[in-house]
């Protein structure tokens, strides 16, 4: 969706139009859940998150002001939010372990589903060892595949800041990987 698009649902939306809400929703709620379902490494607490952030959102939609922002900025601060206050509220940091509890299909080519599987929780096991920026700029960057400029904006930093907050992240990552023996293009394969 253009930002123009955006703004004109938005103002439709706070003057009341669930119509036009339903449409940022949709636009927008598969972003959120990827963000927060890697943040927590947990489906479930993900469902539950992404629906707490978008009741926020559409309670929060008539003091929203626009302010050159794409609006899925607004949801990440708000998911960002929730997730601190949930990690707070628990005292406790993503149970790598929900992970392990989907059930593995038994296919032709199961060696190949359990090396992405075990590739991709080595992955979020790693993004977990990273400090709080630093997971927030890799899942925005890698994951959700924002530029710069748009992560510098969401976390309120200058693109310079990002950019080293990154190249910080990205060693840290490769270092914790490679210390877990998994390849660099295993990970690559269970993100595909």
Same mark, same amino acid.
């Given at each position: 969706?253009?930002?123009?698009?955006?703004?004109?649902?938005?103002?439709?939306?706070?003057?009341?139009?669930?119509?036009?809400?339903?449409?940022?929703?949709?636009?927008?709620?598969?972003?959120?859940? +990827?963000?927060?379902?890697? +943040?927590?490494? !947990?489906?479930?607490? &993900?469902?539950?998150?992404?629906?707490?952030?978008?009741?926020?959102?559409?309670?929060?939609?008539?003091?929203?002001?626009?302010?050159?922002?794409?609006?899925? %900025?607004?949801?990440?601060?708000?998911? =960002? %939010?929730?997730?601190?206050?949930?990690?707070?509220?628990? !005292? +406790?940091?993503?149970?790598?372990?929900?992970?392990?509890? =989907?059930? #593995?299909?038994?296919?032709?080519?199961?060696?190949?589903?359990?090396?992405?599987? =075990? %590739?991709? +929780?080595? $992955?979020?096991?790693? #993004?977990? $060892?990273?400090?709080?920026?630093?997971?927030?700029?890799? #899942?925005?960057?890698?994951?959700?595949?924002?530029?710069?400029?748009?992560?510098?904006?969401?976390?309120?930093?200058?693109? !310079? &800041?990002?950019?080293?907050?990154? =190249?910080? &992240?990205?060693?840290?990552?490769?270092?914790?990987?490679?210390?877990?023996?998994?390849?660099?293009?295993?990970?690559? &394969?269970?993100?595909?």
């Amino acid at each position: 969706m253009d930002r123009v698009e955006e703004r004109r649902l938005i103002q439709q939306a706070q003057q009341g139009d669930t119509d036009a809400f339903a449409q940022i929703y949709r636009a927008n709620v598969q972003a959120v859940f +990827r963000y927060v379902s890697y +943040r927590t490494s !947990n489906v479930q607490l &993900a469902e539950d998150l992404t629906s707490e952030i978008f009741t926020r959102a559409l309670e929060g939609l008539p003091k929203y002001q626009d302010r050159g922002k794409p609006f899925v %900025a607004w949801l990440y601060t708000i998911a =960002h %939010a929730r997730i601190a206050d949930h990690y707070r509220k628990t !005292n +406790r940091r993503p149970d790598e372990s929900d992970v392990e509890k =989907h059930q #593995i299909a038994v296919t032709p080519d199961m060696d190949e589903n359990l090396v992405r599987r =075990h %590739a991709a +929780r080595t $992955l979020r096991e790693a #993004i977990g $060892l990273l400090t709080e920026d630093q997971q927030q700029v890799i #899942i925005l960057r890698f994951i959700e595949g924002e530029r710069i400029e748009t992560v510098a904006t969401i976390m309120g930093k200058k693109p !310079n &800041a990002i950019k080293a907050l990154q =190249h910080r &992240a990205l060693r840290s990552l490769a270092k914790h990987l490679s210390r877990s023996g998994v390849d660099i293009d295993s990970i690559m &394969a269970g993100l595909s």
